[in-house]
């Protein structure tokens, strides 16, 4: 019976706490809202970058910025000089590709960064 008190006083205390740790909750931060960005052909594409060069790719998912090999919309960058150093675009009935090497020092990125996941989620617009 005192297993089962505890485990009930602990539940309770949970449901107690839990609108508090909530309100007190980081809010969540966004990338730039509403950029269009395309992935047309292996010399004109985005992706995103931390908004500010040495910064760790993870840290910086939820602000992100894109970049671009060519500007496009408002908003987005063009990749430093030299950041891109090979590309080879891939398309299929599903999906568009782009793969390729990156000079990470063109954007003080460290080389023993694991990297992050920057999908933006957004429908493709054909």
């Known amino acids: 019976m005192m297993q089962f008190s505890s485990l009930m006083a602990t539940l309770g205390l949970s449901l107690l706490l ?61 990749f430093p000089e030299g950041f891109i150093v090979s590309s080879h675009f891939d398309q299929k009935d599903t999906y568009v590709q782009v793969t390729g090497r990156i000079d990470p020092s063109k954007y003080d990125l460290s080389e023993s960064d694991g990297g992050g996941q920057y999908d933006n989620k957004a429908s493709i617009i054909t």
């Not at 047309?40 to 090999?69: M, R």
């Open 18 to 78: 839990w609108p508090n740790m909530l309100s007190n909750a980081h809010p969540l931060v966004r990338r730039v809202e509403n950029i269009d960005i395309q992935v047309t052909s292996q010399d004109n594409f985005c992706s995103y970058l931390p908004p500010s060069p040495g910064e760790i790719i993870a840290k910086g998912e939820g602000n992100a910025v894109p970049f671009c090999t060519q500007k496009q919309e408002p908003g987005t960058r063009t």
